[in-house]
């Protein structure tokens, strides 16, 4: 099956051609097959060098891609780029690499073998292995994902861990059944309405190393974002 990673950006000069690098390296390495999978650089407004790096990449790497996203926004960036897909799959991962990169084949299994819809990395499952996350990171984390299971009924486990993959075939259900925010909230939308429609979810512990140095999260602000969020996406559920 064919498949397209996509890794939403901005403003990530420092770091953007060394870790796809990287990533390229890995999955050359990992998936042989001529044509069988792309990176997609997906530019969110950057205003530094991130889109010349990126469309110099592209230009190195045949297997490399990138796409303009007209406003920031990783939900409509991951929209953007899966949009224009024509792979099996797609899914994204976040530019830090953090969830190791060896559980991606793990995922792509999960998905042509094993009959999973949709693979999500859970950084609060028992048999993750979660290094250098702060205290307050943790406590915001679990305290989110109880608010998902509680006000939206909810099963899985971490709506927030930034490795997500899924048959492209189903993305066009899960939009149409609430998947719409252009923010972060976006991804667990897809958990969230592909749970409620009955897909088969396939949870993977990780190990997952938190890059403090690299995050522009804010906590305070994206919390309040994300329970708006949640009310709107609930109120969809019950007009539905």
Not at 37 to 66: C, F, M
Not at 67 to 88: E, F
Not at 129 to 146: L, Q, Y
Request: glycine share 8%; aromatic share 10%; proline share 3%.
């Amino acid at each position: 099956m064919t498949f397209d990673i996509t890794i939403p950006v901005l403003n990530e000069e420092a770091t953007l051609e060394h870790q796809v690098g990287v990533l390229h390296t890995f999955l050359k390495d990992h998936f042989t097959t001529q044509g069988q999978w792309k990176i997609i650089i997906a530019d969110n407004g950057s205003e530094d060098n991130t889109r010349t790096i990126a469309q110099q990449l592209s230009e190195e790497y045949p297997a490399v891609h990138w796409v303009s996203v007209p406003r920031r926004g990783v939900g409509l960036a991951l929209k953007t780029s899966w949009g224009q897909s024509k792979a099996d799959i797609v899914g994204y991962m976040d530019l830090d690499l953090a969830t190791d990169l060896q559980h991606f084949p793990e995922a792509y299994d999960a998905l042509a073998q094993q009959g999973c819809d949709l693979v999500y990395g859970s950084r609060l499952h028992p048999d993750s292995e979660v290094i250098n996350r702060p205290f307050k990171r943790e406590v915001a984390s679990r305290g989110f994902n109880f608010l998902l299971k509680s006000y939206l009924g909810v099963g899985f486990s971490d709506g927030m861990c930034g490795f997500k993959f899924l048959h492209r075939s189903i993305l066009e259900d899960l939009m149409n059944g609430g998947a719409q925010n252009d923010g972060w909230f976006f991804s667990t939308e897809l958990l969230t309405v592909a749970e409620w429609q009955g897909k088969n979810l396939c949870e993977l512990p990780v190990k997952w190393t938190d890059d403090v140095s690299s995050s522009k999260v804010k906590i305070i602000p994206l919390a309040k974002r994300y329970i708006q969020s949640m009310i709107a996406l609930k109120k969809l559920q019950v007009q539905n």
